[in-house]
């Protein structure tokens, strides 16, 4: 389920009930039909609306109104023998975790109330919504340049990025190169590990639905133990050097592909760099031959994946000169 304009279909949904149970009035009584007959023909009609207003509407509301929706699901849960306490420790997790990652940006100290206004629920199966408040709607809680309003944002969207690579066949590379802040990936993997379900707790799977992520993600009961290798056998960032041919340059997201490197094992490395670099990347870099050093983020297997670039040298300068124009 991907979030989306939930509420307005419901809505629609509803006023089609609606009409159909005063298009059935309207035809039984023009027939002279008994007062029971119209209540039976009509009574799963008024489940379905029922069953729309007690929870579709509430469930639509939620999602309508999250950038993020946790769904748990499991026997005990949909028998709702579960406690208030696992439930109250589900909703902690989410807000701490999420408190977590906004702590490591910047090294802030953000907060740590505006972690509850993120929490919202609809009945039936745990459904568990996260969104930013808005601060010209509720200017007593933030204000746009606020560093917590700022750092929650930016926690919600490291977030996003580490859950949508979980399906992918290269997800620790992926998920190294979309986050190559070391910190904050930690926190990140972290968070995701803590949501993979338990059976303890009884629940079998989790799913998650964010405005930024294309498809609905499913959490299983193994994940944790991946998630759990991943932080365990994780490689510290170090400072390493790196020469190449600069491909593919996202001057919006501020990084280049380096290719032809001259490490065999490699194919390419993905350079991260700061808007110091933002007129060499755009004018000078492309097609040629660069040295790179930085930050660099290795994967389990030791293998460099991403930098944060510190400093370039274009190698073929000469090259570079030549073809710029006369004055």
Same mark, same amino acid.
């Given at each position: 389920m991907n979030i989306s304009n939930h509420t307005n279909e419901v809505k629609r949904k509803i006023q089609i009930l609606h009409?159909?149970?005063?298009?059935?009035?309207?035809? !039984?009584?023009?027939?002279?039909?008994? $007062?029971y007959f119209i209540r039976a023909v009509t009574e799963p009609i008024y489940k379905l609306l029922e069953q729309l207003y007690q929870r579709e509407l509430p469930l639509a509301?939620? %999602?309508?109104? &999250?950038? %993020?929706v946790f769904h748990a699901e499991g026997d005990n849960i949909e028998m709702q023998n579960t406690g208030i306490s696992e439930f109250t420790g589900f909703i902690n997790n989410i807000r701490q975790q999420i408190f977590n990652i906004a702590?490591?940006?910047?090294? &802030?100290?953000?907060?740590?109330?505006?972690?509850?206004p993120l929490i919202s629920f609809a009945p039936g199966s745990w459904f568990? +919504?996260?969104?930013?408040?808005?601060?010209?709607?509720?200017?007593?809680? @933030?204000?746009?340049?606020?560093?917590?309003?700022?750092?929650?944002?930016?926690? %919600?969207?490291?977030?996003?990025r580490g859950i949508k690579h979980i399906e992918s066949e290269n997800m620790e590379k992926d998920i190294i190169e979309d986050i190559p802040e070391e910190n904050i990936?930690?926190?990140? @993997?972290? !968070?995701?590990?803590?949501?993979?379900?338990?059976?303890?707790? +009884?629940?079998?799977? @989790?799913?998650?639905? !964010?405005?930024?992520?294309?498809?609905?993600?499913?959490?299983?009961?193994? %994940?944790?133990?991946?998630?759990?290798? @991943?932080?365990?056998n994780r490689v510290p960032s170090k400072n390493a050097s790196f020469t190449g041919i600069v491909r593919e340059i996202d001057l919006d997201k501020r990084r280049f592909a380096l290719r032809f490197l001259e490490i065999s094992i490699l194919s390419d490395i993905k350079c991260h760099y700061e808007d110091k670099f933002d007129i060499l990347a755009k004018?000078?870099?492309? $097609?040629?031959?660069? !040295?790179?050093? +930085?930050?660099t983020n290795y994967n389990s297997k030791n293998t460099p994946i991403s930098m944060n670039v510190d400093n370039i040298n274009i190698l073929d300068i000469k090259d570079l000169t030549e073809n710029l124009p006369s004055l």
């Amino acid at each position: 389920m991907n979030i989306s304009n939930h509420t307005n279909e419901v809505k629609r949904k509803i006023q089609i009930l609606h009409d159909n149970i005063i298009a059935m009035k309207y035809s !039984a009584e023009n027939n002279n039909a008994p $007062d029971y007959f119209i209540r039976a023909v009509t009574e799963p009609i008024y489940k379905l609306l029922e069953q729309l207003y007690q929870r579709e509407l509430p469930l639509a509301t939620l %999602m309508d109104n &999250s950038e %993020m929706v946790f769904h748990a699901e499991g026997d005990n849960i949909e028998m709702q023998n579960t406690g208030i306490s696992e439930f109250t420790g589900f909703i902690n997790n989410i807000r701490q975790q999420i408190f977590n990652i906004a702590s490591k940006i910047n090294n &802030s100290k953000p907060n740590k109330n505006i972690c509850d206004p993120l929490i919202s629920f609809a009945p039936g199966s745990w459904f568990v +919504g996260l969104s930013i408040p808005e601060p010209q709607i509720n200017k007593s809680m @933030l204000e746009k340049e606020d560093p917590t309003y700022k750092n929650f944002s930016s926690a %919600m969207d490291y977030l996003e990025r580490g859950i949508k690579h979980i399906e992918s066949e290269n997800m620790e590379k992926d998920i190294i190169e979309d986050i190559p802040e070391e910190n904050i990936r930690l926190s990140v @993997l972290t !968070a995701i590990k803590s949501f993979s379900p338990s059976k303890n707790k +009884g629940i079998k799977s @989790l799913s998650i639905s !964010a405005r930024n992520i294309p498809k609905t993600v499913v959490f299983q009961p193994e %994940m944790k133990k991946i998630f759990s290798m @991943l932080v365990k056998n994780r490689v510290p960032s170090k400072n390493a050097s790196f020469t190449g041919i600069v491909r593919e340059i996202d001057l919006d997201k501020r990084r280049f592909a380096l290719r032809f490197l001259e490490i065999s094992i490699l194919s390419d490395i993905k350079c991260h760099y700061e808007d110091k670099f933002d007129i060499l990347a755009k004018d000078c870099l492309l $097609d040629h031959k660069i !040295a790179v050093s +930085g930050i660099t983020n290795y994967n389990s297997k030791n293998t460099p994946i991403s930098m944060n670039v510190d400093n370039i040298n274009i190698l073929d300068i000469k090259d570079l000169t030549e073809n710029l124009p006369s004055l």
